[in-house]
Structure formats: structure tokens, C-alpha cells
């Protein structure tokens, strides 16, 4: 007993989260701005990331004043999500002096950091769809404490339209190579393939421009983008695997044969926001936390990268099945995955409504997944069942979990689950670090330290004292009783020491004592506690005299104003100090902050902007409801001393009501299928996703989309009104299909170049002679031209078949190979194919079928003929609807 009842020295253990019996945390590093990532070198040093873009270096765990190792913020992108997330030390640091960083970079494609300043508001913000941005991986040389040399990029790449799902993490395998994650850089309020923006599209998914189902391969499914080769791949949405020394794929990647750079470094894809992974020690297995959308969240495991791309399956799948906001948009790559290409199931998954353990402290709603790591299996201090558990945690829920292996080093089991720590302090990254301890990253600005103690646990110390600054004297009274043990034969039995200047002198000890200081400092207080087995715990707390605590004050706005999507939100405030009077404009600090909730009173926050000076103003954001934004002013006197004040800014909220026609179908209102009608609240200006299952059965009655009362399309956006307002969804019943007859349609236009007017006549095609033929020739001097015939079906109608037979006789000239099918209801406005295919060389009437599309114009688009002839030659056409009574 005689280690365990030396005194614990280092910093102060903090006191909020709830352990196991024997666990205790204790804050280790403080003052740190946005932290993100944290790693420990072998020589002792601890490195840790900032989202704004510097990297910070302690000497070991008992420093307590860090060198800036790196500063990267001119170009690091550090709005919202978007920063320096990950950072990774090579496995033979320092002998290899490498530190790798993956951060968002301030600039689209093409340009050049500091592009944005971190600062989009002259494109309407982080999510606006407008302030594209990138990512980058780079290797950074050491030189000691600091770098030497210029940042040597080795990849640049994931394009990002939106303000989350930026660039995650980093880590090194047993196998020495550097494996990195990256998000999908879509929306992550709405549907989104890549129609979304102003203009359209901006990160240039193929075939470019506005994208529409079915074909769509934009937005969310860039996390797909390796099963499209027809294009250059992107990473996002994605685990890569790399060498480290070029930023090439690795060797033995499983596409190592692909002509595209960015599909042979690729080992997963289908992944949302794969924010934080681990690689399971003594293997290369990577596991990754994915977080979701509104529902599930993901642990994901590649077991093998070098056996084939993983595929996740995002944005087609969420946890074990099918998303229903992509899924009843009727994507083409979403469809090909439900029937069978392929998607790997989570390892574990957990819904936000549900706990993770039952019964347990750690609330439900709101969540994301934000930190991984792996116990080792042998030699750590924590208990034997924890060898080789996987310990992961919510950033949202302020919880952490441990995944418990069936016996001590061997597979976790996602039924083996259990509480570790509740009520934790925004955990947005874990590591094991020495000694075997579990270490977390606080994102509000500290490193903690999770230990264990199997026999006598240390005290934990408590100071309340006021006041902490003033004129001198300045008397201070102090208060121990917070303080506590968590054994039960040391409750009420502690004994304090206090040391008012920190100069090893013991001044008092009882449990509240005063001291009044003399002018100077400033000065430390520190009190120490022991137990009956004189084990110990600290905390210490500054006081300043001859400098007395500032006053932040925000004088506008005040807590009564409300703002839609795109709103100005101006602000502005000052300070004032007992000794220095009104502080200068550069003492002021401003962050807005978003509160993102599950439920009203169930949000997490993200930082979404920092400001400088006196006033600033920003446009209100796009985000679901419920939400809303906090405004936070902090002044800082010269002293150092600083004081917060905040007001909370709620947003103008509308209701919008969906029915169908008849009532109980399915609708989608963005992520969620429900049956109509329903209402959903939502930011006014906001922009929202709505899509019209189709088909689908009501009553054992089949039918298929017609019509949205607003005119949109089957899926589409909709912008939020500032009055309630209701859309309706008309469905026509559906039995099959009816051909109609070729006097129920006309031809509307053709693509014709041929002289012969007589033989160019597209009304041949529905004369019902067979014999009688619309022949076109494209011009010598243009014999690419793809030819096309426009059908006008007189009003919009649910187009489900087209028939086509070719050209008879001998003379086989002519007839398609290579179509392409369109339905819309305007010739002015196509969008993209609803069918695509190839017709065999056969003189037989071919029917492709479509899925249901409503519109009143067909268009048929000849891409190809038989033996490469210059024309086209159809015979008769004809169209299959779905039947209106």
C-alpha cells in the first residue's frame, strides 16, 4: 500500500464525470483553444491540435506552459466543422521527424490559401452551399520543439461544399502505413446529389451542372464516387491508405491496378463523416466512428484494407438499412446498391433515441460519434477485462463507452458494452497514453486523464474562493468542502492543507479559511487534501491584486431579436475594467455558437465564427429546427483577467403541413419518412428536402407519384415561407401499364439534318405502317451529333414504357444501338435520362421500361447505330402510361 498512499501529484483531478468504482479523471493540460487531437510521442512529448490551426507541444505531462510546434491557421479553414482535425506522428518519432496534419484549407479547388479568411459571408456563409473549400494532408519536419522547412503536401483533394463533414483523422498501422478519413462535404440538413448551390453543383460532380435523379452523382454520393470510373475519383466519404512518404496509395491497396490515382489510395468508401477512427493494435484493422444524420450512429470496421474496398454504403444506407431521404429520391447508385452491389453493415450501431447501454445515466437525442480507441491487450493498469476493449465516445452526449472482448485481448463484442464514463466534458478525441491510461481531448479547452486505482483512491480536491481579483488588500475567502473521497472510510474524514502564495508553506488547515493579500502577484492558493492512508489530491486557483475582474457587455442585440436564413445579424458590445476603464476594441473576442438539438432542451453546439473588435455581423445560417444561435462576447484586460457574456438568438420558425392525396401516404420531410399528413417546424429561409415516395402501396392499392401542389419535381428543395403553408403530394393509382393510342400523341419536334423532307417526317413513327420510316443524317461535318424525337403526349402523364421498333427490310441502316430516354414537362428543361441503354440488332419491337415519370414530353435520344452509320431510322414508337382511374 505504501505507492498507492504517496501523494498524487500533477494537476488537479476534475469532478463532474462518473467512473467505475477505482476510475478517477484528472484534468492534465488547460487553456487550450478548441482542441481536436491529441498524441503522444515516445521520447515523452505530448503534441496536441487546435481546430484554428496551431499545434502545440508539451515537454511531457508535468509541463504545464506548451511550445506552438506548428502555426497553420493562414491556411487552415476554421469555420463551423472546419479546421485541423487530425494529426498523427510517425510510429519512429523522433529518429523520423515527421508530424502529419489533415485540415480543411482555406480555399476551393484550384486557388490559393488564404482565400477565404475564414470568413464566408459575402457568399452567405458556411452553408450557404457557396463557400467551398478543400482538404489537405501534409507532412510537417520537426526540429525539436518547433518545424524546420516548408509543409510538404501530399495530398489535396476532397472538396467541400458544406460547413461539416470536413476532413477526420489520422493514424498509422502495424503495417507502417498512414491511413486518413475524410466526410462527404455535403449538406447535412437536406437531400443532397449534387443539386444544391449557387450555381449548381460547384464541386463539378460529372456530367456537371444541375444534378437530378435518377442519375445524380453529386453531393453526399461523392462518398460513392469510386464506382462511377467514367470520372476522376474524390476522396470524399472515404478511409484512405497511403505511403508516408509520398502521400501515394500504398502498396497491396486492393484497387492497385486503377488508372486513377485517388481509387488505388481508397481501402473504404459510403462513409458520412467518419470524424474519428483507431487502428486496432498489433493488426491494420481500421475502426471508425461514423457520425450520422438523425438516427444512427456507426462504429465501422475494415478488417482486411488490402482484400477489397469496403462500402458502407452512405448515403444509400444509414446503421443497418436503408436511408429514407436518399432512398425515395430513386437514385440510380443508391438503387444498384439495394439490389445487391455490394454494402459492408456496420459493426455496431446505435439509435439517437435509444441509450447505448440500458439503464445508464448518459441521455438519449442528440448525437454524434467522436472518439475511438483500443485498451492494449496486455501490460495496461486498468482492470483485466478491459485488455482489448474498444473505448469510444459521443461528443452530444458527454458520454464514453467501453466495448468489452469476450476474454481479455481478444475481438471486442458490440453486445458487451458498458458505461465508462458519463457526463464527461466534450470528448472529441480518446488515446491511450503512458501508463496505460485512457486520455480524452475536452473541445472546450483541456486534456484529461482517466486513471485507475485498485486499491486507495486519491481524494479530490475542491476549491470555491472569492473573491479571485481586486484592489489590494484583498481578502479571499476560501472553501475546501467541495472536496471528496470516493471510498466509503474516507468519507468526512480528509484532512486540508492550505498554502495561500504556493511557497510550500502551510498556512491553514480547516476546510474554509480567509488570507488577504498584499499588493503584487499575482499569487497561487493551492489546497491539498489526504485521506486516512495520506493519499492526496490538489487544486490550485490564481488570485490578482491591483487588478480587478473586466465587464463584457453586449449592447446589441438584445435577447428579444429573431432571425431567418440569411438574415443580418449584427453586433455590437464593449468592456469596461475598475483599473483600466473602458478596454480598447482589440480586448474584445466574439463567437457565435450553434446549438443543434435533438429536442428543445437536448442540443450540442458547434463554434460556427470567430470575430475581433468591437461589433461584427454574420447572415443567419441554414440549419433544421430545432436550433438556435448563441452570441458569446469575452473581454480580456491587460492583466490577462477575462469575463464572458452571451445572449441567446432564436430563429423565426414556421410551421408547413404535408398531406397526400389520397391521405396516409409516405412523404419524406428530410432525412424521415412519414405518412401524410404531418407538420414540421422549420426555420423560415431554410432550406428543406421534400420527396414523394413512389411507388408505393396504400389499402393493397398500388400507386405512383403525379403531382406536388408547389409544382416541384418528385424529390426537390423547398424554401421555407414566413407563413404557415401547406403541399400536397397527388398519387395516381397504379395497374401496370396501358399503351396508348399513337392518335392520343403527336411528335412535337425532331433533330433532323436530311434534305428529304419527305423522308424526315417524324410523324412516320405513328402511322402504324411499318413500312414508312423517320430517317435523319447527321452532316459530314458533324457526324457525332446525336439525333433526337420530342413526343407530345398532350397533358402530364406517368410514362412508364416506350416502344420502339426499328427499321425492316434488308436495309438494317439505321437502327439504334446506344438510347437515352427523357421525361419532363417542358422541352426547354430535360434534366437528366430517366432510361439509358442499348437495343440489340434485332428487327423486333424493343420495350424499355421507365420508371414512373410524370411529364408531358418524351424525348428519344439516338446515342449510337448499327455499324456506325451517320443515320437514324425508326420505324414506329409508341408510349406505355400508368392508368389514371
Known sequence: MAALAAPVTGPAPAAAVVLPTGFQEQIVFTGLNQPTNIEFAPDGRVFVAEKGGRIKVYDDLADTSATVFA?????????????????ALHPDFPTQPYVYVLYTYDAPPGQTAPYWNDNCASVGGTNGGRCIVTGRLSRLTAAGNTTTGAEEVLVQDWCQQYASHATGDLRFGADGMLYATAGDGASYDLVDYGQLGNPPNPCADPPGGTMSPPAAEGGALRSQDSRTTADPTSLDGTVIRLDPLTGAAAPGNP?????????????AQGLRNPFRFTIRPGTSEVWTGDVGWNRWEEVNRVVDPTAGVANFGWPCFEGTGRQSGYD????????????????????????????????EACPTGSSSVSGAAFYPAAGGSYPAEYAGALFFSDYSRDCIWAMLPAAPGGLPEATSRRTF??????PVDLAMGPGGDLYYVDH???????????????????????????????TVNFDGTGSFDADPADAGRLRYEWDFTNDGTVDATTATASYTYPAGGPFTARLTVYDTLNAAGTQTVPIQTGNSMPTAVIDTPTGDFTWAVNDPISFTGHATDPDQGTLPASSLHWRMLLHHCYTLDNCHTHTLQDFAGASGSMFGPDHEYPSYLELVLTATDSGGLSHSTSVRLDPKTVDLTFTSSPPGLQLVFGSTAQAAPFTRTVIQGSSNTVSAVTPQTLGNVPYVFGSWSDGGAQTHVLTAPTSPTSYTATYNPQSGSVRLPQSA???????????????GRGNNVRDGNTSSIWHTQRLLSNPAHPHWIDLDLGSARTVNRLYYLPRQGSN???????????????RSSWGTAVATGTFPNSAAEQTVTIPPTSGRYLRLRALGEVGGNRWTSVAELNVGVVPTG
Do not use: K
Open 71 to 87: 502555426d497553420l491557421s493562414a491556411n487552415v479553414h476554421n469555420q463551423h466543422d472546419r479546421g485541423l482535425l487530425g494529426l
Open 255 to 267: 484497387s492497385a491496378a486503377s488508372a486513377d490515382p485517388n481509387t488505388r489510395r481508397i481501402v
Open 328 to 359: 425515395s429520391a430513386n437514385l440510380d447508385m443508391c438503387e444498384s446498391l439495394y439490389s445487391g452491389a455490394g454494402q459492408t453493415a456496420p459493426f455496431y450501431t446505435y439509435d439517437h433515441a435509444a441509450r447505448v447501454v440500458a439503464g
Open 421 to 426: 464514463g458519463s457526463a464527461a466534458a466534450n
Open 444 to 474: 472546450a479547452g483541456s486534456v484529461r486523464r482517466i486513471r485507475y486505482f485498485p486499491g486507495n483512491q486519491p481524494p479530490v480536491a475542491s476549491i470555491a474562493a472569492s473573491p479571485t481579483s481586486g484592489t489590494a488588500p484583498l
Open 745 to 759: 400523341w403527336t411528335v412535337a419536334g425532331v433533330d433532323s439534318q436530311e434534305t428529304l423532307l419527305v423522308n
Open 812 to 826: 438494317t441502316g439505321g437502327r439504334i444501338t446506344g438510347y437515352e430516354v427523357y421525361v419532363s414537362d417542358s
